[in-house]
C-alpha cells in the first residue's frame, strides 16, 4: 500500500483536517509521513511586500517598509516552522514516523518536487474550493498537483459542516 506520504499543508482553516486524513492513512498503512509547508506571497497571512517604486524620493521610508517587511516574514516562518513541530508532535505521539521541511517559492511546484525527490507514493493536499475568477487568477495548487504529481494525490475538502458554519457567519 502507501509506505511514504507526503502533506501539503498551509494554515488555512484546512490545515488540521488534511493533517488528520494523512495521519489516519499512516496509521492505516503503516507509512511514514513527510509535512511541507510552502512559503508562499499567495498564502493566508502571507506577508504583502512594500511597493517601492513611488517611495525613492523618501529613502528613509522605503528601508523602513522594508524592515517592517522583513520582520512580517520572520514571523510568517516561524509560525509555519511551530505548525509543522505542532504536527509532527501529534503523528511521533500516534507512533507514527515523521519529518517536516518548509521551502519558498511556487507551492504546486514544489510538492511535486518533493514528492518525487522523497519518493512519494501519495500526495496528502487540501483544497480550498476557489473557483471561477478567484481560480483564475490565484491558480489552483489542488490542480496542479493532480495534473503533475509524480505519483497518486488524495484531495481533502473542506468538512461540508464547515462551509454550513461559515455561511450561518
Not at 458554519?165 to 457567519?169: G, I
Given at each position: ?10 494554515r488555512s ?150 462551509k454550513t ?5
Open positions: 500500500m502507501f509506505k511514504k506520504i507526503l502533506v501539503g499543508l498551509d482553516e484546512i490545515g488540521q483536517q488534511v493533517f488528520q486524513e494523512a495521519l489516519d492513512l499512516a496509521k492505516l498503512t503503516q507509512a511514514s509521513l513527510m509535512l511541507l509547508h510552502v512559503l508562499s506571497p499567495e498564502e493566508e497571512g502571507s506577508p504583502y511586500l512594500p511597493m517601492l517604486s513611488n517611495l525613492d524620493y523618501y529613502p528613509g521610508l522605503s528601508s523602513q517598509n522594508f524592515e517592517l517587511y522583513e520582520k512580517q516574514w520572520d514571523t510568517f516562518k516561524n509560525q509555519g516552522i511551530q505548525m509543522l513541530q505542532s504536527f509532527c508532535a501529534q503523528a511521533n505521539t500516534a507512533d507514527v514516523t515523521t519529518e517536516f521541511t518548509q521551502n519558498i517559492g511556487n507551492p504546486g511546484r514544489i510538492i511535486c518536487d518533493l514528492a518525487s525527490s522523497y519518493g512519494a507514493d501519495l500526495i496528502v493536499i487540501g483544497r480550498r474550493g476557489h473557483f471561477g475568477l478567484m481560480e483564475l487568477f490565484l491558480g489552483s495548487v489542488s490542480n496542479y498537483v493532480l495534473h503533475h504529481a509524480p505519483c497518486s494525490v488524495h484531495v481533502v475538502h473542506l468538512s461540508v459542516t464547515h458554519d461559515e455561511v450561518v457567519k
